[in-house]
């Protein structure tokens, strides 16, 4: 693990995520590129989304979505801001706090730097090494970094970091923004922190858009202290997330939702073992996986990888380049976990894929 200070984004598109590998020609191939839960949403979501509909004509009011966000996490609406997706989440804690020294955990999601890079802040990097499995060391982070963003799950490694080692970053005066976009497709939500409220400077974002198929509607949410959410609040434009968003939101709160996410974690747990053990069968090619894996994706490092993603795109099957993320290079690739059937058909192709490419 080591900390980068470099104030440029030293050639690595932050801008770039898994969706572009899915545009235009590509929406002809098998996705394993985007970490969205494949079909999804469920019929009885778009329901509840279509029923709010006949409600467009008046503006949005988020005061149920809110509190039922509040409820699911055992907090007080004050501790609970609605956000146009998580993404949105970065670009408000960018603009409203007063930072003077960020520093973001890499290889991770690379929208908290590009957001902070916009607001004119200089971003520093710890970046974690593949020796380590990709792990956090809360010792690497500077002391005096008022500002401290980490992923868990970390999109792409994989990686599920203890709460208890994530909540070692805290410091007075320190605000610790911890990613949890992806938290909900582990099971037992096990290492969360979200509805934690006794630690300092803590702020938790949650997007709904993974495991329910809505990335199309945008809609997350922030868990963080009062205060925290009145400055952020400010910074949003009136009535950010839409009628049906909020719609959304209310029934991915309900007992019913979270007993379905419950389940579907087991079984994105189940598919990704299937997809790790027939990846493992590559060993003798040079292919490793980042293990444990913990999300509903895995990182692999593979040589002549580009090659391998351009015959595989050539095969009908996307899948994400990982040189975009800080911390990797070329030789890295991010796979969505999908069902059993999916999965082997896909490692029928990267069978054909490796072998084209060592020719």
Same mark, same amino acid.
């Given at each position: 693990?080591?900390?980068?200070?470099?104030?440029?984004?030293?050639?690595?598109?932050?801008?770039?995520?898994?969706?572009?590998?899915?545009?235009?020609?590509?929406?002809?191939?098998?996705?394993?590129?985007?970490?969205?839960?494949?079909?999804?949403?469920?019929?009885?979501?778009?329901?509840?989304?279509?029923?709010?509909?006949?409600?467009?004509?008046?503006?949005?009011? /988020? +005061?149920?979505?809110?509190?039922?966000? $509040?409820?699911?996490?055992? #907090? %007080?609406? =004050? &501790?609970?801001? !609605?956000?146009?997706?998580?993404?949105?989440?970065?670009?408000?804690?960018?603009?409203?706090?007063?930072?003077?020294?960020?520093?973001?955990?890499?290889?991770?999601?690379?929208?908290?730097?590009?957001?902070?890079?916009?607001?004119?802040?200089?971003?520093?990097?710890?970046?974690?090494?593949?020796?380590?499995?990709?792990?956090?060391?809360?010792?690497?982070?500077?002391?005096?970094?008022?500002?401290?963003?980490?992923?868990?799950?970390?999109?792409?490694?994989?990686?599920?970091?203890?709460?208890?080692?994530?909540?070692?970053?805290?410091?007075? /005066? +320190?605000?610790?923004?911890?990613?949890? $976009?992806?938290?909900?497709? #582990? %099971?037992? =939500? &096990?290492?969360? !922190?979200?509805?934690?409220?006794?630690?300092?400077?803590?702020?938790?974002?949650?997007?709904?858009?993974?495991?329910?198929?809505?990335?199309?509607?945008?809609?997350?949410?922030?868990?963080?202290?009062?205060?925290?959410?009145?400055?952020?609040?400010?910074?949003?434009?009136?009535?950010?997330?839409?009628?049906?968003?909020?719609?959304?939101?209310?029934?991915?709160?309900?007992?019913?939702?979270?007993?379905?996410?419950?389940?579907?974690?087991?079984?994105?747990?189940?598919?990704?073992?299937?997809?790790?053990?027939?990846?493992?069968?590559?060993?003798?090619?040079?292919?490793?996986?980042?293990?444990?894996?913990?999300?509903?994706?895995?990182?692999? &490092?593979?040589?002549?990888?580009?090659?391998?993603?351009?015959?595989?795109?050539?095969?009908?099957?996307?899948?994400?380049?990982?040189?975009?993320?800080?911390?990797?290079?070329?030789?890295?690739?991010?796979?969505?976990?999908?069902?059993?059937?999916?999965?082997?058909?896909?490692?029928?192709?990267?069978?054909?894929?490796?072998?084209?490419?060592?020719?």
């Amino acid at each position: 693990m080591r900390t980068d200070s470099t104030h440029s984004s030293e050639g690595h598109d932050l801008r770039h995520h898994g969706d572009a590998e899915v545009r235009d020609d590509g929406a002809r191939l098998t996705d394993l590129a985007v970490n969205v839960r494949a079909d999804t949403p469920p019929a009885w979501l778009r329901e509840r989304i279509a029923g709010s509909l006949a409600g467009l004509a008046a503006y949005p009011d /988020g +005061r149920q979505a809110r509190a039922a966000v $509040a409820a699911r996490h055992g #907090v %007080p609406v =004050e &501790r609970v801001l !609605l956000t146009a997706g998580a993404a949105e989440a970065f670009v408000l804690l960018a603009r409203a706090l007063t930072i003077r020294h960020a520093v973001v955990v890499h290889p991770q999601f690379t929208e908290p730097e590009a957001a902070l890079r916009d607001a004119g802040h200089p971003v520093d990097r710890v970046l974690l090494r593949e020796e380590d499995g990709f792990r956090l060391d809360p010792a690497a982070v500077p002391e005096d970094a008022d500002l401290v963003v980490v992923g868990n799950p970390t999109n792409p490694t994989s990686v599920l970091h203890p709460a208890a080692t994530i909540a070692e970053l805290a410091r007075p /005066g +320190r605000t610790l923004v911890v990613d949890e $976009a992806f938290l909900d497709a #582990v %099971p037992g =939500e &096990r290492e969360a !922190l979200a509805g934690r409220t006794d630690v300092p400077g803590l702020v938790v974002l949650r997007s709904l858009t993974k495991t329910w198929g809505l990335a199309g509607l945008r809609i997350g949410y922030v868990l963080a202290a009062p205060e925290t959410i009145a400055d952020l609040e400010r910074a949003q434009p009136l009535w950010p997330v839409s009628t049906p968003a909020l719609a959304a939101a209310v029934a991915c709160m309900e007992p019913r939702a979270l007993a379905e996410a419950a389940h579907a974690a087991h079984r994105v747990g189940t598919d990704r073992a299937h997809l790790v053990a027939g990846l493992r069968e590559f060993a003798p090619d040079g292919l490793r996986v980042v293990e444990p894996a913990e999300g509903p994706f895995v990182l692999v &490092r593979l040589p002549r990888a580009t090659d391998v993603r351009r015959h595989l795109r050539d095969l009908g099957f996307a899948v994400r380049r990982g040189d975009t993320f800080p911390g990797l290079g070329e030789e890295w690739l991010r796979l969505a976990v999908r069902d059993r059937a999916t999965v082997n058909s896909f490692l029928q192709a990267l069978d054909q894929a490796v072998t084209l490419a060592q020719h």
